[in-house]
């Protein structure tokens, strides 16, 4: 069964500073990976993804993410936090494929980031 | 678009007693889902629909069952609560074609005394 490892529960960092969330997934398969944030009191909403291609992946809000097939990573990354980027963070990994298990996303545990003002 | 729709938004129940979440999508997706959003354990899948009339168990689906007689709707039933099953509860929905690409809904919290 595929997993998601999210390396961080709960990070805390100044505005201005650069965020990097670590996601590691267990298949070795092909695989589409997203990022959802949850803000606080709200719902999960998808902030990027990806598929195939270029592995360097734009989202909104600033937010990028990069693939790296050979450590099965995909990290999340953002030059510069502000406070209201202060929210909850999941990876979450499908596989690529037609069957069963291809619309099943599998969510890593999550990671808090506060953002001091 | 009202999107995804989760009725009740709040809910206090007595161990034992049952209770019945709807979901409701207005944006004609096939695929249907339950999760339980646990602190420190992400989402989890419990049920999930393909389709109208057709169900099936996800990774936690103990305690729980669904139903998907209309399209739209996908209702999630706890027969007989347990304090184990505190959580809060999302819905989401996904078009057939891009099933990766799920929209949630806004959650219902669900506590059993």
């Known amino acids: 069964a595929q997993s998601v490892s999210q390396h961080n529960h709960h990070v805390i960092l100044s505005e201005a500073a650069s965020l990097e969330l670590g996601c590691n997934y267990s298949?070795?398969?092909?695989?589409?990976l997203f990022w959802y944030v949850q803000y606080p009191g709200q719902h999960l909403q998808l902030l990027l993804k990806?598929?195939?291609?270029?592995?360097l992946v734009k989202g909104i809000k600033g937010f990028e993410a990069e693939f790296i097939k050979s450590k099965f990573s995909f990290n999340l990354r953002k030059p510069s936090v502000q406070w209201s980027d202060t929210a909850e963070y999941f990876c979450?990994?499908?596989?690529?494929?037609?069957?069963?298990?291809?619309?099943?996303?599998?969510f890593g545990k999550g990671t808090k980031l506060s953002v001091i003002p | 678009n009202a999107g995804v729709t989760q009725t009740p938004k709040f809910r206090v129940l007595k161990t034992g007693q049952s209770m019945t979440l709807l979901c409701a999508q207005d944006?004609?997706?096939?695929?249907m889902y339950w999760y339980r959003q646990d602190p420190g354990m992400g989402l989890r899948l419990i049920h999930y629909?393909?389709?109208?009339?057709?169900?099936a168990k996800g990774e936690v689906p103990d305690g729980y069952n669904v139903s998907r007689l209309k399209k739209q709707n996908f209702l999630l039933g706890l027969e007989s609560a347990a304090p184990s099953q505190t959580s809060v509860y999302f819905c989401?929905?996904?078009?057939?074609?891009?099933?990766?690409?799920?929209?949630f809904g806004p959650g219902t919290r669900l506590t059993v005394t």
């Open positions: 979450a990994v499908t596989r690529l494929y037609s069957g069963a298990g291809s619309y099943q996303l599998t």
């Open positions: 298949y070795g398969g092909t695989v589409n």
């Open positions: 990806y598929f195939s291609g270029d592995p």
């Open positions: 944006m004609n997706h096939e695929y």
């Open positions: 989401a929905s996904s078009h057939r074609d891009r099933s990766y690409e799920q929209y």
């Open positions: 629909s393909v389709g109208e009339g057709t169900t």
